[in-house]
């Protein structure tokens, strides 16, 4: 079965590259965050009430797009094997995003050398901050620290549990990929200080993203050829107010010796420059080899705990 998740995984990987995403109209993701724009609302004025009417929000919503990718991969083992592997490597790809981010990182980044509006304007798809008054290499800085961040949160989080599960079961698989992935719409939506009903939704995506950003941060190091850049990294890691982002981007940091920095927020390896166009372009393919190094690392997972499974006699 190892060799049917590489397959699998290198499918939904191609599949990105060739085609990108679907668009919005055709996107089961899309669909979702329709759902979650629905459930976004003050159902009260207390705020504590807020944060209790999240909770089940957090609980059931990631369960919707889970129980619908099982349950098609499920119909489609019905019809022949081979269906139910494409169709959940088509989970898969819907579920990860490598493509568009590192076309938009570009796009941002070639902008800040003779167009800031465009590029103020098109950053708005990677981050959220108020980017009217940054300077061309914060507006770099911003791109950058959210390729690196998006790398776990888009790709790497709901492609580790595929590949983990897809030696046993291919239904599993697929809902496992897809329950991240409506975390990960939740906590993007709702997870925010400002809106109480999201404070679960939050919490889980930041349980969730725990090891995801982690194995992220090794496989930039790793794709870097700059192991140690992972252990400079651990001096910034911790300085984001999330626990997990904080990982990606201060090793990505290290790994191509500049600054990146979210004014007000936090500051990772200050001792270097923001960065140059030429940063930026080395960035994107930086996160381009480490989303390939996850992917090898996250079959290397699942092969080894099926094997250690297989071992014990816990699977034939």
């Known amino acids: 079965m190892t060799l049917t ?8 990987l191609g599949l990105d590259r060739l085609v990108g995403e679907p668009p919005n109209a055709a996107h089961p993701v899309a669909w979702l965050g329709r759902l979650v724009g629905a459930l976004d609302r003050p159902w009260s004025d207390d705020d504590r009430v807020q944060r209790l009417l999240g909770v089940p929000i957090a609980l059931v919503v990631p369960l919707v797009p889970a129980v619908a990718a099982g349950g098609v991969v499920l119909a489609a083992a019905a019809v022949h094997p081979v269906a139910s592997a494409v169709v959940a490597g088509l989970v898969l790809y819907l579920s990860t995003s490598l493509r568009m981010l590192l076309e938009l990182t570009t796009e941002v980044v070639a902008a800040t050398a003779d167009d800031l509006e465009t590029a103020r ?13 940054l300077t061309p290499a914060d507006l770099r800085s911003a791109a950058v620290e959210s390729a690196a961040e998006n ?16 030696p046993f079961s291919l239904p599993a698989a697929a809902a496992a990929a897809a329950w991240v992935k409506g975390v990960n719409t939740l906590d993007s939506m709702l997870g925010y200080p400002s809106k109480p009903l999201g404070t679960a939704s939050a919490r889980l995506d930041d349980l969730v993203m725990w090891f995801p950003a982690r194995l992220s941060a090794v496989a930039i190091a790793l794709a870097a050829g700059d192991p ?18 904080g990982w990606p981007m201060a090793t990505l940091a290290c790994a191509l010796s500049v600054r990146l920095r979210k004014p007000g927020g936090y500051d990772l390896n200050p001792g270097a420059a923001l960065p140059t166009l030429e940063d930026g372009e080395r960035a994107t393919g930086l996160v381009f080899r480490a989303a390939l190094v996850a992917a090898v690392l996250a079959v290397a997972v699942g092969a080894a705990l099926e094997a250690l499974l297989s071992t014990a006699g816990v699977v034939a």
């Open 5 to 12: 998740t590489a397959a699998l995984v290198g499918f939904a």
């Open 121 to 133: 304007d098109r950053i708005r798809g990677l981050v959220g901050r108020d980017t009217s008054d």
């Open 151 to 166: 790398l776990a949160d888009g790709l790497v989080a709901t492609l580790l549990p595929f590949a983990v599960l897809a």
């Open 228 to 245: 140690g850049a992972l252990v400079r990294a651990r001096m910034w890691a911790r300085t984001p107010p999330s626990p997990n982002s």
